[in-house]
């Protein structure tokens, strides 16, 4: 069993910064690819960004892509999404998620077992 829990939303301008955390719970954090989604009200979830679990292997949506960076620390039992010029598109609760590997990373919500409860990031225009 692994419990999330996600931290690092708030309200930011155009063109600003956050960096969401995602602490992990259990001993068995490293053995779990880690995945962040997103999702507006009425919208599906959506797939934004995810690490393997040895923290070589990333891959990005492309609307992401070039603006935010996920990485983790197996020692701290956390992932982080630094997400840098933002805009108001990306405004969303965002969730973190683990996942037993599965030969690739996934970016498909079935893949993952454990979500966390969600962080609101609201970026005004």
């Known amino acids: 069993q692994v419990q999330l829990v996600e931290s690092g939303g708030g309200l930011v301008q155009a063109g600003g910064s956050l960096r969401l955390s995602c602490a992990a719970s259990?001993?068995?954090?490293?053995?779990?690819?880690m995945g962040w989604f997103r999702q507006d009200p009425g919208k599906e979830r959506e797939f934004v960004a995810a690490i393997s679990w040895t923290g070589v292997n990333t891959y990005y949506a492309d609307s992401v892509k070039g603006r935010f960076t996920i990485s983790r620390d197996n020692a701290k039992n956390t992932s982080y999404l630094q997400m840098n010029s933002l805009k108001p598109e990306d405004t969303a609760v965002y969730y973190c998620?683990?996942?037993?590997?599965?030969?690739?990373?996934?970016?498909?919500?079935?893949?993952?077992?454990?979500w966390g409860q969600g962080t609101q990031v609201t970026v005004s225009s």
């Open positions: 998620a683990a996942g037993l590997p599965t030969g690739s990373i996934a970016t498909t919500k079935r893949v993952y077992d454990y």
């Open positions: 259990g001993r068995t954090f490293s053995r779990y690819d």
